[in-house]
């Protein structure tokens, strides 16, 4: 989640994507070694139809709970301006799609439900929770373990303090 | 995130829209431009 002038947008990850509220995200191929080969300015029009089979472009999904939730915390350590929260959801995906052993890529996908993992900062998650109420989707604050995503990502918020005092007695 | 190996390809076309898009606003009856003033030759 990144913090847009007052306003919370979803962001990819590891792009500088924006999800767009009330409009489907399409996806391009941002491939970095595709544009290199290709001598094609990193914001020039798409290399090619996404998602193709020998590229991993597209939007990504996953059928694993946990797996998603470990990406609750990727790139974590890195200073990313704007970033004031991480969600995790259900997403629609639709138009050309590959499918892979533990999730798909799509050409087109929209949030169907987002969650935000519980903070201290109680009262600055659920302001981040209103303001993506703008996505016209359910937005949950995680709370207990009642659905399969609140479990995985309690399971890896788990393991991530586990090794983090691993790191501290060993250092 | 890490799909693994691709499996198979096909197309997805939704059945209903599932992005939650504004209604657009309700269509307004055409306004009927005011009319000029007619001129009235002086006397």
């Known amino acids: 989640v990144v913090q847009q002038r007052r306003r919370f947008r979803l962001r990819s990850i590891v792009f500088d994507t924006i999800w767009p509220p009330e409009a489907e995200l399409t996806a391009g191929c941002n491939r970095l070694w595709t544009r290199v080969r290709n001598r094609l300015a990193w914001r020039s029009e798409h290399v090619h139809d996404v998602p193709v089979w020998r590229c991993s472009c597209g939007i990504h999904a996953t059928s694993d709970p946990e797996l998603a939730a470990e990406y609750l915390y990727l790139y974590s350590e890195v200073h990313q301006p704007h970033v004031v929260y991480r969600a995790v959801g259900l997403v629609s995906l639709w138009g050309s799609v590959v499918e892979g052993e533990s999730g798909w890529r799509a050409s087109h996908a929209y949030p169907k439900r987002l969650f935000l993992p519980p903070s201290q900062r109680r009262r600055d998650v659920e302001a981040i929770r209103d303001g993506l109420a703008e996505y016209g989707v359910p937005v949950d604050i995680l709370n207990g373990s009642e659905t399969p995503i609140a479990r995985a990502v309690q399971r890896v918020r788990r393991e991530r303090r586990r090794r983090r005092y691993a790191a501290t007695q060993s250092g | ?43």
């Open chain 2, 1 to 43: 995130v890490e799909i693994g190996e691709p499996q198979r390809t096909y197309t997805v076309e939704p059945i209903e829209d599932p992005v939650p898009r504004e209604a657009p606003p309700p269509d307004e009856d055409p306004v009927e431009p005011g009319r000029e003033p007619e001129e009235v030759p002086g006397r």
